[in-house]
């Protein structure tokens, strides 16, 4: 390691040593300088608002250097600027992409168009027949920098040098000038000499405004750091003020022939970004003086870009920079001053200004909008936002800030909008529609197409909503049918004036005839139980009388009364795979009719009245499914056969349900709520709540029709503690007197009872209780239930369990029993659905 320190030391003293070479004749490659002939005055102020920067100031932020080593700098950049005139006829002849790779800052520049130094024509005069080209540069109009501190910079010759510089020399200074952000103005003109002089460039400069300090006014919501933060900020490839710029990368050049060597060590490129000591920044929170880099104008209309990015959508900004280096922010966060609503009637417009809760004089922010439109499609929900064609939304709102000046130096900043693109008037053709149009005509439009801004007015368009229309595949495998492919539907259609609403609903499965399945000795019951399973209802909703339903509904297909243990989903699925449906299935054929009042958000109650035909169904031989066919058929229950006419009662109640969420289901039981479960149930603390009473008549066990009734409560609480962590409770207790088989309780599997075989207590009333803590994927979760049957209860089962968690509804559960039949190998099961 000494050895190579001594080796370096020799060849440097044997660098300074030798002689420059001598410099050969100027590149004689025309210059490629725009052609800039206006010239005007600089308008800079004289007044030093903070004392400037030193002269010496180089490119890197730490300006205290020893003396000899700036002297050794001076010689390496003045050997530089030699090498640099005596190669200049072969820098003009080099290819874009090997300039491109020297120096590749210089050729950043994203406004650029990639041929634009292709097709800029290069400055030529001539002379009494004599092509000149400009061979110096000479820089005018510096007050808070130096002359050496800028031609440092940019890497240009000292001005005493006598250097003859190449077109393409020229032009990069010119960039890098323009490019800096330390000028509001870069104006080059010719001054030609007497020959054999070269012509000379003069560049005249004006500074960007020094700010020495900074003032915000007008502030309510945002904090003045915010402000600073973006009007200061500096790009991102800004050097840190924590870096050291001395470590920059620099290139050594040795030139060794048979009669001397020379050993040069030069930067090959300036930086990109003046030094941080000459811009305006703040350094933890403090202000330090310097030029506001790319000027006030451009900082305001920055920080006001990102204002109104955030939500800030009728934000402006005004600032006043007087000659001492004060500049003084206001700013307007943008209040608004009206709600207009188009689209609907006036009466439907008030209605939308209530729901819409847009109070004049508060700050606009573009959230607020989003919530307000949310709130009422909420309240609303047969109104939908209208897409403005040719309208500025609030995404597309532009400003420019515009600066004047004063006399005495001041200078004024204040925003102007953008003016307004005019409508585009298209032809409208009759008789004409495409597919694109057609498919387009159902698509939703997005809240912020809606709304648009008139000056301090918001304008919220509207119309009413298209007729809502939805098919969805049916799961539908069963070991009574097979595999029996359905599809369902739904058609809403709505009315402008909100005064009913009418939905069409239907479902339809056809069983298949796959594997040879039947019913020992019973060709006719096999026929009969692959009939076709169709069911068709319609309703109405009247919302100024609380009504969420009105209608009924007429059916002839297979049912269960199991829903509330496991979804429709889960059970199809283990039905085909391993022949565990955990339901017990029966034919149902008949005539409900059903009312149904939501007299607040969290509430409703309903009445129905039903009249049914029960059928016992069988499971086929053999059993059609993926494993386990080689099995017994799944022992599908008995049912009370005959026919039954019941009325149920019901009232529900569900915290944290959406307004909007949709009421009704299409295959309707007491033990299910009639709350859509789309929405947030988990984010927050939650109580759901059921309560149905069914009294009926129907065939009774000694052969008469008899009366009977049944009574279910379900209860449900969710306390979330954490992101994805809290604690679920559930308690539901039901029971009856003279109950058919088919409306008895039972107790024991997925979900009633994990752990336990499927119903296997079966009584007349039950009690079932869970509990489940949940830690993100990780949940542990206890089951506790009896059975009253003849007159007795049993003692109370315990099932004990975990779960994987895959979101919000897919689960891994595995559940053991505790009672003297526990086993060490659990039940395992994927569930794919919520039930409760």
Not at 712 to 740: I, N, Q, Y
Request: with cysteine; aromatic share 8%; glycine share 8%.
């Amino acid at each position: 390691m000494n050895r190579f320190a001594l080796l370096v030391c020799f060849f440097t003293a044997t660098a300074l040593a030798q002689p420059t070479l001598p410099a050969t004749g100027a590149s004689t490659a025309p210059a490629e300088v725009p052609h800039t002939t206006a010239a005007q005055p600089s308008t800079q102020d004289e007044a030093q608002p903070v004392a400037a920067p030193p002269t010496n100031a180089q490119v890197t932020p730490r300006d205290v250097r020893p003396a000899q080593a700036q002297e050794t700098r001076d010689d390496a950049r003045t050997s530089a600027a030699q090498d640099r005139s005596s190669h200049a006829a072969q820098v003009g002849t080099e290819s874009r992409k090997e300039q491109r790779n020297a120096c590749p800052d210089d050729f950043d520049d994203a406004e650029e168009r990639p041929d634009e130094r292709g097709v800029l024509s290069p400055l030529q005069l001539t002379v009494d027949g004599r092509l000149l080209t400009p061979g110096r540069i000479e820089l005018h109009g510096l007050h808070w920098l130096t002359d050496a501190q800028v031609r440092t910079y940019i890497g240009a010759p000292p001005a005493d040098a006598q250097d003859v510089l190449g077109g393409n020399e020229l032009h990069l200074f010119l960039r890098r000038l323009a490019r800096s952000g330390l000028f509001a103005r870069v104006e080059p003109r010719v001054r030609v000499a007497e020959a054999p002089q070269p012509a000379v460039l003069e560049v005249h400069l004006e500074e960007n405004p020094v700010v020495s300090a900074v003032e915000v006014n007008g502030l309510q919501d945002l904090q003045s750091t915010e402000v600073l933060e973006e009007l200061l900020r500096l790009p991102h490839r800004f050097a840190t003020e924590d870096e050291n710029e001395d470590e920059e990368s620099f290139t050594a050049t040795l030139r060794v022939d048979s009669r001397r060597g020379t050993l040069s060590i030069v930067r090959p490129c300036p930086p990109r970004y003046p030094p941080r000591d000459w811009v305006a920044r703040l350094e933890r929170g403090t202000l330090r003086p310097g030029i506001l880099l790319g000027g006030v104008a451009h900082g305001l209309e920055r920080t006001l870009k990102r204002l109104r990015d955030d939500g800030y959508m009728l934000a402006s900004l005004s600032a006043v920079w007087s000659p001492d280096g004060k500049l003084v922010v206001t700013v307007d966060e943008g209040r608004l001053e009206s709600v207009e609503v188009r689209g609907v009637d006036a009466d439907i417009a008030a209605r939308v200004q209530d729901a819409l809760d847009l109070q004049p004089g508060t700050v606009f922010l573009r959230s607020d909008a989003k919530r307000a439109v949310q709130r009422l499609t909420s309240r609303l929900p047969f109104l939908e936002p209208a897409d403005v064609e040719d309208s500025d939304s609030t995404r597309a709102q532009r400003a420019h800030i515009i600066e004047t000046r004063e006399p005495d130096g001041t200078r004024a900043y204040h925003t102007q909008e953008a003016p307004r693109a005019k409508p585009r008037h298209r032809e409208q053709v009759e008789f004409e529609l495409n597919w694109k149009q057609f498919a387009d005509w159902w698509d939703d439009v997005n809240s912020d197409d809606s709304i648009t801004l008139e000056g301090k007015k918001l304008v919220v368009h509207l119309r009413t909503r298209r007729p809502d229309f939805d098919v969805d595949l049916l799961p539908m495998h069963t070991q009574v049918t097979g595999f029996s492919p359905g599809l369902s539907g739904r058609l809403r259609l709505w009315d402008a004036k909100d005064r009913a609403h009418l939905t069409v609903d239907a479902a339809l499965t056809i069983p298949l005839r796959w594997g040879g399945q039947y019913l020992p000795d019973d060709p006719e019951g096999t026929r009969r139980q692959r009939r076709i399973n169709m069911l068709g209802g319609a309703k109405l909703q009247v919302p100024r009388v609380g009504l969420a339903e009105l209608g009924a509904q007429v059916y002839d297909f297979t049912d269960t009364l199991d829903r509330w243990r496991m979804g429709d989903i889960d059970s199809s699925l283990y039905s085909a795979l391993i022949n565990r449906p955990d339901r017990d299935y029966f034919r149902r054929k008949g005539l409900t009719a059903f009312a149904t009042w939501r007299w607040a958000d969290d509430w409703l109650a309903g009445v129905e009245y039903r009249s049914d035909r029960y059928e016992s169904m069988r499971s086929f031989t053999p059993p059609f499914s993926l494993f386990r066919n080689d099995s017994a058929p799944f022992p599908n229950a008995p049912v009370t056969q005959g026919r039954f006419d019941s009325v149920v009662v019901r009232m529900e109640y569900a915290s944290n349900v959406p307004a909007a969420a949709s009421v009704g289901s299409l295959f309707r039981t007491p033990e299910t709520s009639l709350f859509d479960r789309d929405g947030d149930w988990e984010s927050r603390a939650s109580l759901r709540g059921l309560l149905t009473l069914e009294v009926g008549n129907g065939p009774g066990s000694s052969g008469g029709d008899a009366r009977f009734w049944k009574l279910v409560s379900d209860l449900a609480l969710e306390v979330p503690t954490g992101w994805d962590t809290g604690l679920s409770l559930r308690v539901r207790t039901a029971g009856g007197h003279h109950l058919p088989e088919q409306k008895r309780e039972a107790l024991g599997g997925w979900t009633a009872l994990r752990g336990f075989g499927f119903k296997e207590y079966r009584g007349d009333v039950s009690v079932l209780t869970s509990a489940e803590y949940r830690w993100s994927a990780l949940g542990v979760f206890a089951d506790l239930g009896t059975v009253r049957a003849d007159d007795a209860w049993t003692d109370a089962r315990l099932g004990l369990g975990a779960s994987l968690h895959f979101g919000d509804n897919v689960r891994m559960d595995v559940a053991w029993r505790t009672d003297e039949r526990a086993t060490a190998t659990p039940e395992a099961r994927l569930l794919f659905q919520r039930t409760f």
